[in-house]
């Protein structure tokens, strides 16, 4: 099932974000495809808020991994960047496997260079349409249905 949304400005973004946020299990993993300044980071500052784990989300670009818990939450979210990673031994490297449990939803840019990793995902297509507005497109499998209550408010 593939859905589109359009934003038009950072906040909707992050507005989007954390209506996918609140809808996101243990286990989940979010597969990011976009470009440089598609708004990765910035949809995943709405989500992070969403689930009840705040905003203060930065790029996990230099650090390769940022994870945001808090004690009072049952699921904690996992931002990785996969930029420079080339090889499953580099992949290793990171603990991306160690990460993947029930209690953490893991959310991967650049997941193209992991791709055969991966398996089930949600894939997060963020597509830069000029300006501020952006086109996204959440697809999920196995008939999970879970984003289409989203409303109509994004709807391309």
């Not at 598609?38 to 709405?46: E, L, M, S, V």
């Not at 193209?112 to 089930?120: F, P, Q, V």
């Not at 000029?130 to 999970?144: P, W």
Request: hydrophobic residues 30%.
């Amino acid at each position: 099932m593939t859905l589109e949304f359009k934003t038009l400005s950072p906040q909707e973004t992050i507005a989007l974000g954390e209506e996918i946020g609140k809808r996101l299990r243990g286990g989940d993993v979010i597969a990011y495809r976009g470009g440089l300044g598609a708004g990765k980071t910035t949809i995943t500052r709405g989500i992070s808020s969403g689930m009840g784990l705040g905003d203060e989300v930065t790029s996990p670009t230099f650090a390769l991994v940022n994870e945001y818990r808090k004690k009072d939450r049952r699921l904690s979210l996992i931002h990785f960047d996969m930029y420079r990673i080339t090889s499953g031994e580099d992949l290793e490297t990171t603990g991306f496997f160690d990460y993947m449990d029930e209690n953490s939803v893991l959310a991967v840019e650049w997941s193209e260079n992991i791709e055969s990793e991966l398996g089930d995902c949600i894939v997060i297509s963020l597509e830069h349409q000029g300006g501020d507005s952006r086109l996204i497109r959440i697809e999920t499998t196995d008939g999970d249905d879970r984003f289409e209550d989203i409303g109509d408010r994004y709807q391309r």
